[in-house]
Every structure is written in C-alpha cells, then in structure tokens.
C-alpha cells in the first residue's frame, strides 16, 4: 500500500520528518520512505543520500525510494546501495499520464493524446471474460 505525504516521526532523534509519500508491507507494516528530489541541473550528491539514509535509520523504515530526473553520483550510488535505497529515473517534466521512467534497469512510458472524431462511430466494450459491457453509436 503506498500513502502520501506526510510527517513521519524519529525514533532516536524526536524529531519529525516530512516525506513525500510511504510504501507500507501489509504482512508486518514496515515502511519504505519515497522521496521527490526534482534537481535537474546535476545528479543526487552523495551528501542528499546521506541525508535519505539517516531518515531510514532514525525511522525504522526497511529503506527507501528516491525519484529524481537525473540519477545518482559516484558516491550517492555507493551509499544508496549500502543502505537499501533504490534510485527511480523520472523525466522531470512528467505528469500522471506522460512519463518516462527508469527502475531497476526497466523502462517504463506513458503517454496521452487526444482524439477529435468527425462522424458516426459504433463502439463494443467487452470485458475481460469476452461479455459485452456496453454498445452504441457516437456522433
């Protein structure tokens, strides 16, 4: 299940942090911090990682996920790596619906477009098992 942003708390500092959303486990509730890291001039320093890993480590989280259009440095990809961080590639100018993504070396893409129809059109929507949900004509 995944939940979005919030403010999670600190189990040794007692402070609080503000994430941008959480993957929960259903079998036991343990957590996956997300964070949004929209930097589009250079790739997640090895200090911004850092910053991630302590955020598991004072949360309890099992780890995180870090979206970013450009990746990870050098030493952010060590860190990453040691501390069970996985780095997810977003084109920075994505929506919902239009996107690039890279993950775990998969490529992901969504697109949209807009269809102008001029005319009569018939359409049959038919669910997965072949039955017929709905027919009609469109003008």
Do not use: H, W
Request: one cysteine or more.
């Amino acid at each position: 299940m995944v939940e979005g942003k919030q403010t999670v708390p600190g189990q040794r500092s007692g402070t609080e942090y503000e994430i941008d959303a959480k993957g929960v486990r259903t079998s036991d509730g343990g957590i996956m911090i997300v964070e949004c890291r929209r930097y589009t001039t250079s790739k997640l320093k090895q200090e911004d990682i850092a910053a991630v890993a302590y955020r598991i480590i004072d949360t309890q989280a099992l780890g995180a996920i870090v979206v970013t259009p450009l990746g990870l440095q050098e030493g952010a990809e060590k860190i990453a790596s040691a501390e069970n961080i996985f780095s997810v590639k977003l084109d920075q100018n994505s929506t919902p619906t239009d996107f690039a993504m890279q993950f775990l070396n998969k490529f992901a893409i969504g697109a949209s477009t807009t269809l102008f129809v001029k005319g009569e059109a018939t359409y049959v929507l038919k669910n997965p098992d072949g039955t017929i949900e709905a027919e009609g004509k469109m003008q």
